[in-house]
């Protein structure tokens, strides 16, 4: 094993630190930053960005391909060259360097917590500098800083939302973009994105229990012990019935139907039930920023409103077994007992008049080679919507197939993403 590290002062605050450690198979190199916490003022507070440089040990010249990850508020992977490495890795490395970030917030990357000692309006004023605009501006600074000219990107769901807001604010720093599982809606409101998903889950339900018709009795009598308060996770919080219905988010991805099966067979009393609930509850206190941030992420303009929660669809509603799936309630914050210190600021981010993500004019113009995988059935990005985006770049060239869910990327990453870059690259017709 070496250990190499190198720091270096640039211009002004901004800082440049690197260490690069050969493992078995790999050379990996961590990167820190600072960036500034408003990218509008650059001289104020600043924030910690860190990326994992990762590459072949012949292939440390090759070009960048920067991944950036699902979310909002979920840390990059971290790479061993092992069975928990992502699919996809093995093809990337045939012909790059990959560059793993930490998106703002999250890993290493200055994570955000609870925020103590602030005021919800600081909490809140704070928190909106943790969307795409931001982590695409860190990626920037990230890119001036690595001396790159132009490199790839890799945007898997939230991470795609990135990408695009790429494409509209820096596309000359792109050599080609490529999308998995999020292409997201642009100048639509975030009250079309949950109508269309709710109409995804409605589906989602009737189909799982057209699999699994025994388990809606189960759901039905954990529903009555929800409401009789009797559902207690191992950190003392209850669920209510609304909050359990948030269940159905994994059925969204690929094995996701029986990952629910194999959590309702298990006996409501035992404790294995309590801590597999716990995973299985999509909205949490481990991942703050995914919460608080979750609708704001589909809202290129205006407010959320908590949006998800006044477009309940009517036949979910009134059907206490149907699921709801990446749909948050305001009434999680108030069950979890880690998140009830950002409630308020919760509903003052509801309230924000969030600015545009995505410049459509812009987008009309590049001609950055362009490939999405739009997943015909996807439970959180709405085909129809990224249809629509697919259709405003002039050298984007969809995908759209029923193979995968919305986990195709890591169901089967390296087919994937060998046929996202033959796309691009026009030897895919």
């Known amino acids: ?45 600043q ?29 990059a992977d971290r790479p061993s060259r092992g069975p928990t490495d992502p699919g996809w890795l093995d093809r990337a490395l045939v012909e790059f360097r990959v560059l793993m970030l930490d998106q703002r917030g999250t890993g290493r990357s200055s994570p955000v917590g609870r925020l103590p000692g602030l005021t919800p309006e600081r909490q809140a004023e704070r928190l909106t500098h943790f969307r795409a605009d931001s982590i695409v501006a860190d ?18 769901s939230f991470g795609g939302f990135c990408a695009l807001r790429y494409l509209s604010a820096a596309p000359g720093a792109l050599r080609e973009v490529l999308f998995t599982g999020g292409l997201p809606p642009v100048g639509r409101s975030v009250d079309d994105v949950y ?35 009797d559902i207690v996770l191992p950190n003392g919080d209850r669920v209510s019935s609304t909050r359990l219905r948030s269940v159905g988010s994994g059925l969204g991805m690929s094995a996701g139907a029986e990952g629910l099966h194999y959590l309702l067979e298990r006996d409501p009393d035992s404790p294995a039930f309590r801590h597999d609930l716990a995973q299985t509850l999509p909205f949490n206190g481990r991942n703050p920023l ?3 941030l979750h609708e704001a992420c589909y809202c290129d303009g205006g407010a959320t409103r908590w949006s998800a929660q006044r477009t309940l669809l009517e036949e979910i509603a009134d059907d206490v077994t149907l699921f709801t799936g990446e749909h948050l309630f305001a009434t999680v914050l108030d069950e979890d007992s880690e998140l009830a210190p950002l409630r308020s600021a919760a509903d003052l981010l509801a309230e924000q008049e969030w600015p545009r993500l995505y410049d459509p004019d812009m987008l009309a113009s590049v001609d950055v080679p362009c490939a999405a995988a739009i997943y015909a059935e996807d439970a959180y990005v709405p085909r129809q919507f990224s249809e629509e985006t ?29 046929r996202l870059v033959g796309l691009a690259r026009g030897r895919v017709g």
Do not use: C, K
């Open 1 to 45: 094993m070496s250990d190499d590290v190198t720091e270096g002062r640039l211009t002004g605050q901004s800082h440049h630190t690197a260490r690069t450690v050969v493992v078995p198979g790999l050379v990996l190199t961590e990167h820190e930053i600072a960036v500034p916490l408003d990218h509008t003022e650059p001289d104020g507070e």
């Open 47 to 75: 924030l910690s960005v860190f990326a994992r440089e990762v590459a072949d040990p012949d292939g440390r010249d090759r070009p960048f391909l920067l991944f950036l990850q699902g979310g909002p508020g979920q840390e």
């Open 139 to 156: 990626a920037e600074l990230l890119r001036e800083r690595l001396g790159v000219d132009r490199w790839s990107v890799l945007g898997q």
């Open 195 to 229: 109508r269309a998903t709710y109409a995804t889950m409605l589906g989602r339900g009737r189909r799982y229990y057209e699999r699994y018709p025994q388990d809606r009795d189960r759901v039905r009598a954990l529903h009555e012990r929800a409401a009789a308060g």
């Open 290 to 292: 995914y919460v608080v």
């Open 390 to 418: 697919a259709a405003m770049l002039p050298a984007m060239r969809p995908w759209v197939t029923n193979e995968y869910q919305h986990n195709g990327l890591r169901a089967d990453g390296g087919r994937v993403l060998d």
